[in-house]
């Protein structure tokens, strides 16, 4: 079973900053909390991971809360291209045993 | 760069026919997934591969499932025989695991209809 909790669906305006939340509450010290999305028909697409502190890239930002309990991803300026499903992940990796388990993930429509 | 290549995209076949899908990973990775996704299911992982070993086959569904990777720019799942319930998209994902918590990286997937 997935160890994180997201909404089923959100909408965001086009133009807007979508927020996605994320609960990971019985997150261990040395599991990764990761970002992928999934847009119809293709595979995964990788958008950003982080372990404690916030992180930044050309895609999105991650913010994880100080006890690591719950995370927010943010795509400050949404387009209709990021419309997709997206999940998030809490895993150590294949290294200490933990392979990923995607669960159902928050199907985010941009609306123009 | 190029990413994980997947082959072929779409397969339509009938029952009881083997099928066989192919993944060229990223280059310079050691480590391909195999995963599965349907609707019922969800995305799925069938097996890991470090280092060309199969390290986790816990997810392959049964013994109709195989999957091999001879060198480490090739990997295939094969099915034989093949049933309509195998039906889905399936995926494969390179990394490089090495203690650094590296992100997978997906193909398009292969989409397989199984008549």
């Known amino acids: 079973d997935a160890k994180t909790t997201q909404p089923t669906s959100m909408d965001c305006a086009e133009g807007r900053a979508a927020n996605l939340p994320c609960n990971h509450s019985?997150?261990?010290?040395?599991?990764?909390v990761y970002w992928y999305r999934q847009i119809h028909s293709q595979g995964p697409q990788y958008i950003i991971h982080?372990?404690?502190n916030n992180e930044t890239n050309e895609m999105a930002s991650l913010i994880i809360t100080e006890d690591r309990k719950s995370s927010t991803l943010i795509l400050p300026h949404a387009t209709l291209r990021d419309t997709a499903v997206y999940y998030c992940?809490?895993?150590?990796?294949?290294?200490?045993?933990?392979?990923?388990?995607f669960g159902p993930g928050t199907r985010l429509s941009v609306l123009p | 760069d190029a990413g994980v290549i997947q082959s072929p995209r779409h397969e339509v076949t009938e029952m009881g026919q083997e099928v066989t899908l192919r993944c060229k990973p990223i280059?310079?990775?050691?480590?391909l997934f195999w995963y599965r996704q349907t609707m019922m299911r969800g995305l799925e992982l069938l097996i890991y591969?470090?280092?060309?070993?199969?390290?986790?086959d816990s997810g392959m569904p049964e013994d109709r499932f195989s999957a091999k990777m001879p060198n480490a720019s090739f990997s295939t799942l094969k099915i034989q025989p093949s049933e309509p319930r195998d039906s889905a998209v399936y995926f494969c994902a390179s990394s490089w695991t090495g203690g650094s918590n590296q992100p997978q990286h997906f193909g398009d997937g292969t989409r397989l209809s199984i008549l």
């Open positions: 280059s310079g990775h050691n480590s």
């Open positions: 982080g372990l404690k």
């Open positions: 019985t997150i261990s010290g040395n599991e990764y």
């Open positions: 591969f470090n280092n060309n070993v199969p390290i986790d």
């Open positions: 992940i809490v895993s150590s990796g294949p290294d200490y045993g933990q392979n990923f388990v």
